[in-house]
């Protein structure tokens, strides 16, 4: 794909929990390098490094990241924990972001996360989770 990515977790504080999980408030930095023809073993410059305020809702039984989307509305994106062969490529990143705020672990790729996945009890999922819903507010998962 010719980028990578990195992030780090500035700051994290509970919102909220209910039966199915807790929500946190997450402020992050990202950067992201582009290596032309695939050639990451050539350093390029990071660019980014700007704070952003996620939540994460560290779940069992619907785990996510709820983020802004272009128009500015939050929006949920259920992540499918534990999948038979790990996450999508398009949620890799976030899966990583929700062991990093829930777990204080790294997971470097697809067969980690379902490794760590595993480790930490997520149930098998067959399919993938639900579609990505907009929220009024991220405090919303919390409501049954």
């Known amino acids: 794909m010719e980028y990578c990515d990195w992030f780090s977790i500035e700051e994290k504080d509970l919102t909220g929990t209910s039966k199915a999980g807790a929500l946190f408030k997450i402020v992050m930095k990202h950067w992201q390098s582009h290596h032309p023809d695939g050639n990451y073993a050539r350093k ?11 939540y994460t809702f ?24 534990n ?14 972001i929700y062991f ?26 067959e399919e993938e989770g639900p579609e990505d819903k907009p929220v009024t507010q991220p405090e919303d998962i919390l409501k049954p």
């Open 44 to 54: 390029t410059p990071r660019k980014g490094g700007q704070a952003k305020t996620s």
């Open 58 to 81: 560290c779940s069992k039984t619907k785990p996510a990241l709820i983020n802004r989307d272009v128009q500015g509305r939050w929006a949920a994106e259920y992540l499918p924990i």
């Open 83 to 96: 999948s038979e062969f790990g996450p999508p490529g398009a949620q890799e990143t976030a899966t990583t």
């Open 100 to 125: 990093a705020a829930c777990h204080a672990i790294g997971a470097g790729n697809r067969e980690a996360i379902t490794d760590l996945a595993r480790r930490f009890g997520y149930p098998e999922r």
